[in-house]
């Protein structure tokens, strides 16, 4: 039962910062809508037990990735609102109907899921907790693990080379 | 119920009265340690000695005028300030005061939690106290104020890498991210890992001092500075929620470094039965001492060191904390091996 | 409203998903586009984490390290891209960014 209403507040907070994010005019009124967001995501995986990628979301993503989209705004924040100038070629109306249409899909889904509900399998190990990941990661995933961090240390040299400025 | 609902919320009431009392008394702390580093006496005139100076510093706060610049994002710039404190609150939740000890015929653990990934969560919220600086500078929509919250954010996002790394070299030698479980595991080792890990503790305290703004490196909220830094434009109780989350911080890294480093509420000398006499001192006044050393070293340093430049304190945060963070972390890793 | 299922997590990472695509059709600002590509990536790991917890192992939980990873990276690379572009054509309106169109 608490995990019910947990999930359903938890998923509710989700989608309304998303939808505000998506929806504000302000940039840095959706930086911190966006924050809210990823905080309660974080806490979405608190609540199924993943508190290692849950620490990590908030480390990373809330405190590290939307600083960085602070910093950017802060720099490139000037007087004259972004949105007035639209290509004629757009067409806003075609990706809201679009989404309209999956998000009603959704629904139906949903309407349907409930009538033959999936059975709720217990894992048998223990999920979510440090050491079970690492030995996975270390272990049998230590390649993409190398990768990514040739990935991480290509992608700071591609940034700092960006955003020089040329004296 | 009473085990799971009564308890924490009495001991988080309990932590939460004390670190308010406690940050106030250090704003008196900080002012007389630095008069008498002086040849001064410092506040006098309100109690004796003084003592009563935090709660006039309080009331006058409570009293003056709060003023909004016209122009200032309403909601970002009264939000900003709770933004800061809170996520140095939090992190109380985390941290072990004693051992399980047995209160009023119950059996109590004197920490409010024990998360398995404590640390982890400790570094993830410092990580968010950047926010309320940086939105505090940009609501008040002034040139010093943004450039000052821009600074002070750089800044710290520059420490925490190096005091993240200084702490994974920690996570290797103790093997457990938990608080509780780095304190065990100093007892069952018998040495503080002061002495088995001193890089790691340098780094740790250096960058402390660096997240929470203190001298040395406090260029960004330094008076003579950038005039104020990012509270230029807040007045009354919202500047004084900005010290209290200042000097909440530094009472959140005293109190880590304490249980990371100087073996949290063990005795010296833990198993050493010769110095069993020692363990009169209950165990959560060993952990207070201790971080009230810490505290004093903060304050010492304050009235000492001048104050880093901002392209210095830069500097060594990136290419001298850094680099030697991670060398000390395939050190230790090397070492953790061998040995 | 019976226990949480698997279903439910991923109804919740689809729904998320397309406010996430509804923003980057939509959205002019650059900076808001970006976002919502982030708010994308997590709906996608919401999706892993609900399917580690059915499942039982953590594969879920380590490919999820690897997206926030990725994402990391992505959005170093690409507020590098509006930074330079910025500085070049003085906007952040992704219309007003179409230098190489025909």
Redesign the interface.
């Known amino acids: 039962m608490a995990e019910t209403i947990t999930f359903y507040m938890l998923g509710g907070l989700i989608l309304l910062f998303a939808v505000l994010v998506v929806s504000t005019r302000n940039t840095v009124h959706g930086i911190i809508f966006l924050v809210i967001d990823f905080l309660v995501v974080a806490l979405l995986y608190a609540s199924m037990n993943s508190m290692f990628v849950a620490a990590i979301q908030v480390l990373v993503y809330a405190g590290g990735i939307v600083v960085l989209y602070l910093f950017v705004v802060m720099l490139v924040n000037h007087k004259r609102p972004p949105e007035e100038y639209a290509d004629p070629n757009r067409r806003n109306w075609l990706g809201a109907a679009m989404t309209a249409a999956v998000l009603g899909e959704l629904v139906i889904i949903g309407a349907y899921a409930s009538l033959r509900p999936a059975a709720v399998s217990a894992s048998a190990t223990k999920v979510g907790y440090v050491k079970e990941t690492a030995m996975v990661l270390y272990t049998d995933y230590i390649i993409p693990f190398e990768l990514v961090s040739i990935l991480l240390l290509v992608a700071m040299v591609g940034a700092i080379i960006l955003a020089r400025r040329e004296w | 119920m009473i085990d799971s609902v009564v308890i924490p919320l009495l001991k988080i009431l309990i932590v939460l009265n004390a670190v308010l009392v406690a940050v106030t008394f250090m704003v008196l702390l900080e002012r007389k340690v630095i008069a008498w580093t002086q040849v001064r006496l410092g506040p006098m005139r309100v109690g004796p000695h003084g003592i009563l100076q935090p709660i006039a510093d309080v009331l006058k706060l409570m009293i003056k005028e709060d003023i909004t610049p016209v122009k200032a994002d309403r909601w970002v710039f009264t939000m900003s300030p709770m933004l800061v404190l809170v996520p140095a609150l939090i992190m109380f939740a985390v941290i072990p005061f004693g051992p399980t000890t047995s209160l009023f015929g119950r059996e109590v653990t004197l920490y409010i939690t024990d998360l398995n990934v404590g640390l982890l969560y400790i570094v993830s919220v410092t990580s968010i106290g950047v926010y309320g600086i940086i939105l505090a500078g940009w609501s008040s929509n002034s040139k010093y104020p943004l450039l000052a919250g821009l600074r002070a954010s750089a800044q710290l996002i520059s420490y925490e890498v190096a005091v993240t790394m200084a702490l994974v070299s920690m996570i290797v030698s103790a093997g457990t991210l938990s608080m509780v479980g780095i304190v065990n595991a100093q007892a069952s080792q018998g040495v503080w890992y002061l002495f088995i890990q001193p890089v790691a503790f340098f780094i740790f305290f250096v960058g402390g001092l660096a997240e929470t703004n203190r001298a040395p490196f406090d260029m960004p909220e330094a008076e003579q500075e950038l005039t104020g830094g990012f509270h230029t434009e807040y007045s009354g109780m919202r500047v004084a929620l900005f010290f209290l989350a200042e000097y909440a911080n530094m009472i959140v890294l005293a109190s880590v470094a304490t249980t990371l480093f100087l073996g949290g509420w063990l005795r010296p000398f833990p198993n050493v039965e010769a110095l069993a006499f020692l363990g009169i001192i209950p165990s959560w006044c060993w952990f207070l001492l201790k971080t009230f050393v810490f505290l004093y070293i903060f304050i010492w340093i304050r009235a000492t060191l001048p104050r880093y430049r901002y392209d210095q304190l830069m500097r060594i945060g990136w290419k001298v904390l850094i680099p030697l963070a991670i060398a000390n972390v395939v050190v230790s890793g090397i070492l953790k091996v061998m040995f | ?8 997590y991923v ?2 990472s ?3 998903f ?6 980057v ?5 650059i ?2 586009i ?3 590509i ?2 994308i990536l ?1 709906a996608v ?2 999706n892993l ?2 399917f ?8 879920g ?2 490919f ?3 997206v ?10 690409g ?6 572009m ?2 070049n054509k ?4 992704i ?2 960014m ?1 230098v190489l169109k025909w």
């Not at chain 3, 409203?1 to 439910?8: A, K, L, S, V």
């Open positions: 409203m019976g226990p949480i299922t698997p279903t439910h109804l919740l689809s729904a998320l397309m406010i996430g695509v509804f923003g059709i939509t959205r002019r600002n900076i808001i970006f976002m919502s982030e708010l997590n790991n919401i984490i609900a580690s917890l059915q499942w039982g192992n953590s594969i939980q380590v999820v390290l690897f926030i990873a990725v994402a990391a990276a992505e959005a170093a690379v507020l590098g891209i509006i930074l330079a910025y500085r003085e906007t952040i309106n219309d007003e179409n």
